[in-house]
């Protein structure tokens, strides 16, 4: 795999040895609004001792219906966001449609984000690259992962090798998307620093005829599974109430459940980080990744069970139980970001198949 130095933006680092996190609302529903949620999301990411970039657009250009909600202009949403990052401390990001818009934002935004519609933009991708901010570049849904490439060719070519791409979901027939976790490790493979969309990979654009509706439970089981595939970050989409938000709602993680998804995703990274992509052996000691010594074979983290894979090659389940030991029994981790218990169980040696409904692991949600 071809080794690329991290991509620094504010306080955080892509590609670096913790995971990065982009996090905001889909919209500047209103300046109360989004500073509002500005505050909240910091506040979770401090207790959790997680650097974020705050995401959020000024201008919703693409919406499905001429009657949906935009956001506001360019000049003000960048003023906006700017004055969060300098009062709160951290990187801002948006998304620009224009040429004009990339010069403009460049001014203010720590990092410029292209839209996946727009990432062949020749004219685009120059005006982002010329304003020698950090740029993130959407994945089309239309394009292959070793497509990327040209993109950035473009984006040296123009002087500008500060960039990252993010994966969010390939076009899945109609209405649909399916999020292939393959294009995370071949665009990585080839050299590039990959974030991971996980609200936007659940999208079912234009599934509600006039708005795109989403599968807003999957989109913490696909972080998760980005996460364990090795990508640099994730990126999600947060409201305080997505059944109220004026913008994707359907896709959009609840605030008050981005704690707990901060603390698996940080434990997943850990393990993947820690072991060079490798699973954890019983005699390894995890002071580096904040993981603690387990009495299973090897075993890689998912919620509520861990999986074990035993020396003959076999799948074993319920090696160890996640979150939900209490008293002296668990042991926590602020480093690693998971709690979890350090005794042995007895595992259930065949397939998930094969298994009881009633025994088999629940991966979807915890």
Known sequence: MAKTKPLRVGKVSIGG??????????????????????RKIAEACASEEVDFIFKASYDKANRTSVRSFRGTSVREGCDILADIGLELKIAVTTDVHSTAEAEIAGKKIDMLQIPAFLCRQTDLLRAAAQTGRAINVKKGQFLAPWDMRNIAEKLIAFGNSQ????????????????????????????????????????????????????????????????????????FMEVHENPARAFSD??????????????????????????????????????????????????????????????????????????????????????????????RRAKPYEHSTADRPRSQRPRVAGF
């Not at 040895?17 to 500005?38: N, Q, T, Y």
């Not at 969010?168 to 974030?195: C, E, K």
């Not at 998912?302 to 002296?328: E, Q």
């Not at 029994?329 to 979890?340: D, I, M, P, W």
Request: proline residues 4%; charged residues 25%.
């Open 17 to 38: 040895k913790r995971p990065a996190f982009i996090l905001g609302p889909c919209v500047i529903e209103s300046e109360k609004f989004v500073w509002r949620m500005a």
């Open 163 to 234: 960039f990252c791409f993010t994966e969010r979901g390939t076009t899945f027939g109609y209405n649909n998307l399916v999020a292939d976790m393959r294009s995370l490790y071949w665009m990585r493979d080839a050299g590039y620093r990959v974030i991971f969309d996980a609200t936007h990979s659940v999208q079912r654009p234009g599934g509600a005829g006039d708005s795109t509706s989403g599968d807003r439970v999957l989109a913490p089981v696909l972080a998760r599974a980005a996460m364990a595939a090795g990508c640099d970050g994730i």
């Open 249 to 342: 709602g359907p896709n959009q993680v609840r605030l008050n459940d981005l704690p707990k998804h901060l603390r698996m995703l940080k434990a997943i990274h850990a393990v993947v980080s820690s072991t060079g992509g490798r699973l954890y052996s019983r005699r390894q000691r995890a002071e580096t990744s904040g993981i603690a010594d387990c009495e299973s074979h090897l075993a890689v983290l998912v919620p509520r069970d861990f999986v074990v894979v035993s020396r003959g090659g076999r799948l074993k389940f319920g090696a160890l139980c996640v979150g939900s030991i209490k008293g002296s029994q668990r042991k926590a981790s602020r480093e690693g970001g998971a709690e979890f218990l350090s």
